[in-house]
């Protein structure tokens, strides 16, 4: 397991009482959700989601998600989920994502992505604004 980044992109969730199984710890399907609506949220800030998924047209499709949990986290408690476009390729890209309870890291995920042509139902080429922002430069962690 490689040593936890905190990535400049962040993004707050705050855990419900609902959020824990049986054993008083936040379930780990749960963090899959946090994940997700922070990359949702990501996309939204980085002018990715506006132009290209209310179309319906095509979309971001979620093909991996690797996740290593390092530590519980139980209600109440405030997360910090940091995200960041690692790769790139013509039809996808990797995000690298850790989530952050105070000073330790909880969970950190590297998820693939393609994009999906929902007609045609096969992967297309991604937006060029995907390529414009992110084929060029990586995002530099900011600690950790």
């Known amino acids: 397991m490689s040593k936890p980044i905190r990535y400049q992109s962040i993004y707050k969730q705050k855990v419900a ?10 379930n780990n399907v749960t963090y899959v959700r946090y994940f997700e609506s922070a990359r ?8 990715l ?9 095509e979309g971001p499709v979620l093909t991996h998600l690797e996740m290593d949990y ?9 997360l910090e989920i940091t995200m960041t476009v690692s790769s790139l390729s ?9 989530m ?5 890291c909880a969970v950190s995920c590297k998820a693939s992505i393609i994009w999906f042509d929902f007609q045609t139902r ?6 060029r604004v995907f390529k414009e922002k992110y084929s060029h430069t990586s995002e530099p962690p900011t600690s950790k």
């Open 100 to 104: 952050w309870l105070g000073e330790e």
């Open 122 to 127: 096969k992967p297309t080429n991604l937006p």
């Open 40 to 47: 949702a949220q990501f996309f939204t800030d980085e002018n």
């Open 90 to 98: 013509s039809r996808g890209f990797t995000m690298d994502c850790s």
């Open 70 to 78: 390092r530590r519980q986290v139980a209600f109440p408690a405030d």
């Open 49 to 57: 989601w506006e132009a290209h998924a209310k179309t319906l047209r």
């Open 17 to 26: 009482w609902g959020d824990m199984d049986a054993f008083g710890h936040v």
